[in-house]
Structures are given as structure tokens and as C-alpha cells.
């Protein structure tokens, strides 16, 4: 597996883009997502969610919904069931560009997801 400059550009490329993503069955969480985390508040912010939805079920504030926005600052008002179906469909998109960009796969991922 060699890594190549041209499957690492085109891994970041993707990521910095963000994950477009349609849902079926409430179209108003229709949007392009920021996938990176790091020191950025709302990377930070997912995470913290992300984790309390894997430990209870409900997010880190214990609110019923959570305004979550896209990469052009639209909020969309998910519910945990929904939020987590989201950050489950960006860890997949994260996990097929390092794998693309580490040579593990040969093609890199659709930047796209369908969430319930």
C-alpha cells in the first residue's frame, strides 16, 4: 500500500468539501456537512453529541433536537435518532478517505449519503 500525493490531495479534497447529504424521510436535513473535527467549535461540538448519543441515547445538553448546520450555515433541526444517522454516515465518508488516501482502496468515495 504506498500512499500517493494524488490519492492524498484528492482525500483532502473531498474532506474540505464536505458530505452531502439526503435524507429520506425528513428532507428538510437535506445539506452539505462539514466532516473534519479537531480544535474547530463545531468539531468539538459534534464530538461532545456524538459521544453522549453512543453513551445515553440523548445529546450532550439533554434537549430534544439539536440545530446542527451545513456547511453554508443553514441549520437543520435533527432529532438523536437522526443526528446519529448523520454522524455515523460522516465517520463512514472519513474512514473511505483515509483508506483511499493510504492506497487501501483504489477508488476514491462518493462525497454523498442517504440518511433515514
Known amino acids: 500500500m504506498a500512499i500517493t500525493q494524488a490519492q492524498m490531495a484528492t482525500a483532502t479534497n473531498l474532506l474540505n468539501g464536505g458530505l452531502a ?15 473534519y473535527s479537531g480544535f474547530a467549535p463545531e468539531g468539538m461540538q459534534g464530538q461532545a453529541n456524538a ?9 450532550a445538553d439533554g434537549s430534544a433536537t439539536l440545530e446542527w448546520p ?3 450555515g443553514v441549520g437543520h433541526s435533527f432529532t438523536p435518532a437522526q443526528f ?3 454522524v455515523v454516515a460522516c465517520a463512514n465518508f472519513v474512514s473511505q478517505c483515509t483508506q483511499y488516501a493510504y ?3 483504489t477508488t476514491p468515495p462518493a462525497a454523498t449519503a442517504t440518511i433515514p
Open 51 to 59: 459521544l453522549a448519543l453512543s453513551a445515553s441515547a440523548s445529546f
Open 103 to 105: 492506497g487501501v482502496i
Open 70 to 72: 451545513d456547511i453554508t
Open 21 to 35: 447529504v439526503t435524507s429520506t424521510a425528513t428532507p428538510a436535513l437535506n445539506g452539505t456537512y462539514a466532516v
Open 84 to 86: 446519529h444517522s448523520l
